[in-house]
Structures are given as C-alpha cells and as structure tokens.
C-alpha cells in the first residue's frame, strides 16, 4: 500500500497562501508566487494541469502525478473549481467535508467524506500500491492530529510573505517528530521530505 502524503508549497515563513485568501482568491494577495516552481512548463490544455517543469522540478511533478487518489478539503478544492472534477489521470478525489453535497452526478470522480481517518482510508485503498496526495492546511492538520499522515512534503519558495495562512498554524501543542527523507534542490524551490514518525 502506498503512503499518505502531504504536498504544499510554503513560503520560508511558512504561508500556504497570502492575505485575503477567498473563493475567488484562492491563494490570497500575492499567493501565486508559491506556485512558479509549477507553471514554469508549457501548459498543457488539459484544465488546470501545468505542463512539466524542467529538470528538479518536472522530477518532483512526476511524482504528484504519479499519485493514485487525492484527499483534500472543502477550502482547497472550492477555490480550485473542483479541478473541474479531475485533478490528474482520472484518479478518486476524497473531500472532506461536515456536509457533504451529492456532485456524484456532475462529478463521478469525487467523493464528499466527513471523517479524515475514514477519507484518508478509502483513498489508501482506492490507490492501491500508488501514494495518496494530501492538500490542504486543514487537511494536513487533521490527518496529523489523527496519526493518518505518513509523509510531508514541502516545496520551500524562497520568498516571506509575511502574512496569510499558515500550513501548521492550529496544530497545538503537541510534538510531532518528522524524520528527513530527501531534499532537492529545484529552479527557484527547495523539495523537502519528510516521514511522520510514528
């Protein structure tokens, strides 16, 4: 079975998005520069999908791509339009939500869960051997807080935004170990690995 992983881009002073995030401003003033790193290849046609980055970079998007299901909150998937209802290669998409809504039928790829442990469970299985891509601030940490996330993943912009959303803002006070899997060093960010200890 493959892992559950969290994959963000964060500024150096850990921002996901920047101010005045919303429905029609989903990564907040100046909040697109977290995500240069992707949209440095030519587009691809396909809806939101960038095309690959080069060197580094389009490594590290091979990845993500490579996913077998998504889970992700109600905050990252509505400002994104739903991703058009497929985020990448026809995979599942688990949103987790405290009141679900039925886009079956506009939607067949998407499934609305209101519990992280049991989202986080069906796209395990539904990936099989394959990763589970994990977005989300909420998300990660909720996943975190219930021990159901295995690995973080960080692309660090080398930029401070100063203000906006933090990816670990409300995690408490509790401990949490990572171990450094990997880091590479791409065109304008910094790839970060980690495992969750367990």
């Known amino acids: 079975m493959g892992a559950s992983v969290l994959y963000m881009s964060m500024s150096l002073d850990g921002f996901i998005a920047g101010p005045n995030e919303g429905p029609d401003n989903g990564l907040g ?12 290849g030519p587009p691809t046609g396909e809806g939101g999908v960038p095309g690959r980055p080069p060197g580094v970079n389009g490594a590290v998007m091979d990845e993500v791509m490579e ?10 998937f509505e400002p ?16 987790l939500s405290r009141s679900p809504e039925d886009e079956e039928a506009r939607w067949p790829l998407v499934t609305y869960v209101s519990d992280v442990t049991e989202a ?4 395990k299985e539904a990936a099989g051997t394959r990763d589970v891509l994990v977005h989300g601030a909420g998300t990660a940490q ?6 159901v996330l295995d690995e973080v993943q960080i692309h660090l912009v080398p ?21 450094p899997t990997r880091v590479l060093e791409g065109e304008g960010v910094t790839h970060l ?3 969750v200890a367990s």
């Not at 996913?67 to 990252?76: D, H, M, P, Q, S």
């Open 159 to 179: 930029v401070l935004l100063g203000e906006g959303r933090r990816l670990f803002e409300n995690l408490g006070p509790t401990h949490i170990e990572l171990e």
């Open 80 to 95: 994104a339009g739903g991703w058009g209802g497929d985020h990448h290669g026809g995979v599942p998409i688990f949103i």
């Open 29 to 40: 003033d100046g909040g697109d520069r977290l995500h240069e790193w992707i949209f440095a």
């Open 142 to 147: 909720l996943a975190l807080a219930a021990g």
């Open 67 to 76: 996913t077998g299901a998504v889970v992700a909150g109600r905050g990252t």
């Open 120 to 123: 986080m469970a069906a796209a």
């Open 193 to 195: 690995r980690y495992r």
